[in-house]
Structure formats: C-alpha cells, structure tokens
C-alpha cells in the first residue's frame, strides 16, 4: 500500500547516499530547516528546503498530509537482525542465567537454539507469522521501517521452509506496515539428528536446503562459533551458498575469538555481527574489505558480555550497523531505544553515528542502501517523525520511545495517542 503524502515542517536529518557511511563520514547528517518530504507512490520525489520544494511538484498529484509540527523526522530504522519467527519462549532460561549459568552451557546440554528448534518444529507458518506480527507491530511504533527475519529455528527441509514461508507471508502483506527481508540460517546450530556429524549436516544443508530456499531468501548466514561451526564448515557453507547467488552474513566472533571476521572480509560477506570478541587483525580486514559489522549491544547487555569494539571499526575506517537482535534466548528485546542508549553510553559512538548505524548502514548490511536508509530522492518514502526537534532526545530519553510517527512507503502505519 504506497502512498502519495506531503510531509512538511519539520527538521530533516538524515545520512546521506547509496552505500554504507564508512569511518568518519557517520558522523556527517545532512540537516534541513524548515524541511518538507514529498513522496509520491510511495517513494521520496523530494527532501529538503520547504521553500525551494518545486511548485509543480506539489500540484501535480493528490496529496495526504502530515505537519510535524517543527519536529525531527529521520529515516525509519532499519533493523537488520532479528530472529522474530519462532515458536515457544524460553523465560527459564534468562532466569537460570541470572543463577549463574552461561549461554553456551545451556546449549550444550540441548537447550538453548535447540529448545526454540523443538517448539518450532509443531508450529504451522501460519502459527509463527501470526506471532511475529505482534513483534512487528511493537517494532514499527519504535520507527523501524525494515526489519531482516531469520529462519534457523528449523534445522530441517519442512519447517525452514515453513519458517522462510512465515517470514514471505509478512513481507507480502501490506498491513504489516514494514519491509521485511528473510535470510537463511539453516546453520543456526546442529540439530539433536546430527550430534557430533557437524560436516554431515553442512553437507544437507548445500546438497538439500540451499538450492531449495533460493528464491525465498535474501541472504545466507550462519552461526560461526566455536563447538558449533567452526571456520572450515562456516567457510565451506558460505561459498557454495555465495555460489547460488545469496548474500552472506556472520554471526562472528560473539562468544571467542576464532576468526569469523576475517572468514567474512575472505569472502566478501555483506556483514559480520556480534563481534564482541573479535581480533584487530578482524577489525581492519573487515574495514578494508567493506564488510558492514553490525553490532548488537542488547546482547552483550542481556547477556552480560563486553560490549563489541564500535570506536574500533570506525577509527580503521568500517562501517557500523546496530540492530535488535530480537529472539527467544540470547536476547528477547526488539528495543530500538535501548540500543540507542547502550550505544551511545557504553560503546562511546556518537548520536550522530547511532543514528547513520539504525538508518543507512543498516540498509547496506541488507544490500538494500539504494532502496531505504536515507531521506533523499529516490529512496522508498520511510520516515520516523520523533516527538522532538533534536536528536539529542535519543539516547537522553533512555531506553523509552521517542517516536511520535511511522511512515511506511507515504503511509501512516503508527501514529502515537495524543494527550487529551
Ligand atoms: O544471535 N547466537 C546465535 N543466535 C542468536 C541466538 C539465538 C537463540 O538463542 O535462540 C543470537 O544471539
Ligand atoms: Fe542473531
């Protein structure tokens, strides 16, 4: 559902371009007073000066209108990693890391992914589609206008195709109000049927999953990591799935150090994430080979982990993205405005940084920055008008919603209850 809408007075910051914002030039938001939007079908036909916006323009079809009201508008968020389809939760768990466990030992004694793995396997896509859409209603009231969904909860040919099923039935209805992309992560962990057959099930995963997923995902990724795939199997999937034409993405480096970084910036990955262990030797490879690294402060916070190296990967030159992350275990929050805060208060990145990382560069982490991530002409018309005229709020308001408007392609999909 696109729209022609005029969205006038207000304070446009946006970063600005087609690709991924790179080392120093985050820092660069494009800032217009007195700014005007004017989308017609749905995409940008102009972002700028109210005052020198073309007459013609303005005459030349029907438009629906917003006043700002003198307030920011920026691009809607782009959440580029979440795993939102999924069945069963798992509260237990969070509650015996809290007693002291970890992460990996709960996995390591068959729960963890595994868990998640067994409650998905009864859930119809109809069942889990369902269930996202309330996440994804929760997520576009915070700005998020594109938001990347992951399979992996699967591990087998009929429920990843039900999961990737799920995450199309989203993408294709309109009333969702956000652009969701679906990757594959069919190498999320190894399932129960494969214990200790690790390359046996990378080898289903080519011979099987692989070539039957290709025109429902975007990208391929997988769970990079020690006792689960390791650099060989991780650098095997990769490249054939590179080989059918999917994009790749990491989870890199997130419990020990083993190189997915490096793996990554070898084969031209479009992000590596997590990332909070990873080497400086990773860090400049990535920046030189223009590998977005996405990081994902919500689950450091959650998992109560060292947050990953953002002045690290800016000051070599790379491009940060930040996302959710949003899942059943290692993190079960899709809070934009948390990450903002933890970002901008224990990763030391500038507001001006978080915000080119949640926009444009969270855009580039999907291949998507020539579609989305800017307020610029020719980008699809998403926008997150703040309930203020300074992007100071962000971080300052912690942790709670600073988003007043969600446009989606020239629609309203959120608009906040006014006070009587
Ligand atoms: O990104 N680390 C692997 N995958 C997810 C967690 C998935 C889960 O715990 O269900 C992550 O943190
Ligand atoms: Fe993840």
Excluded at 192 to 209: F, H, N, P, Q
Excluded at 349 to 378: D, H, P, Q, R, Y
């Amino acid at each position: 559902m696109k729209q022609n809408r005029i969205i006038k007075n207000v304070r446009i910051v946006t970063p600005l371009g087609h690709e991924a914002r790179k080392g120093e030039a985050m820092r660069h938001l494009h800032t217009v007073e007195h700014g005007i939007i004017v989308i017609v079908d749905g995409v940008i036909e102009y972002a700028g000066e109210e005052k020198a916006c073309p007459a013609e323009l303005l005459a030349l079809h029907t438009y629906e209108y917003t006043d700002g009201e003198g307030r920011v508008a920026l691009p809607g968020f782009v959440d580029s990693h979440t795993h939102l389809v999924f069945g069963g939760y798992r509260p237990d768990e969070f509650s015996w890391r809290l007693k002291g466990d970890t992460y990996m030992s709960i996995m390591e004694r068959g729960g963890g992914i595994q868990s998640t793995v067994n409650a998905t396997r009864s859930c119809t896509a109809d069942d889990m589609a369902a269930k996202a859409r309330w996440f994804l209603r929760r997520m576009s009231e915070m700005g998020v206008t594109t938001v990347e969904a992951k399979s992996g909860y699967g591990l087998d040919l009929d429920t990843e195709r039900r999961q990737l099923e799920a995450i199309r039935q989203l993408a294709d209805d309109p009333s969702t109000g956000l652009n969701v992309v679906s990757t594959f992560l069919g190498a999320h962990a190894v399932p129960t049927e494969y214990k200790g057959r690790t390359s046996e099930y990378v080898d289903y995963l080519i011979a099987e999953m692989l070539p039957a997923f290709r025109d429902m995902a975007r990208c391929c990724d997988v769970f990079c990591e020690k006792n689960v795939f390791e650099i060989e199997d991780s650098r095997r999937l990769l490249k054939a799935a590179r080989d059918m034409g999917y994009s790749l993405k990491l989870h890199a480096d997130e419990i020990v150090t083993l190189g997915g970084a490096e793996l990554a910036a070898e084969l031209g990955a479009l992000s590596a994430d997590h990332l909070l262990h990873v080497s400086d030797e990773g860090v400049r490879l990535m920046a030189e080979a223009g590998v977005v690294a996405t990081l994902l402060p919500l689950t450091a916070f959650a998992l109560k982990e060292p947050y990953a190296p953002a002045r690290k990967f800016i000051e070599a030159g790379g491009a940060v993205a930040l996302a959710t992350d949003l899942n059943p275990g290692s993190c079960f929050s899709g809070s934009i405005p948390l990450t903002i805060a933890l970002a901008c208060i224990y990763m030391q990145m500038s507001i001006e940084e978080t915000v080119t990382a949640l926009t444009l560069n969270g855009a580039a982490a999907l291949g998507m920055a020539a579609e989305c991530g800017s307020l610029e002409k020719g980008k699809r018309g998403d926008v997150a008008i703040l309930e203020f005229d300074n992007i100071n709020y962000l971080p300052y308001y912690v942790g709670m919603n600073c988003v007043r408007t969600t446009i989606h392609a020239g629609r309203v999909v959120y608009d906040a209850p006014r006070p009587e």
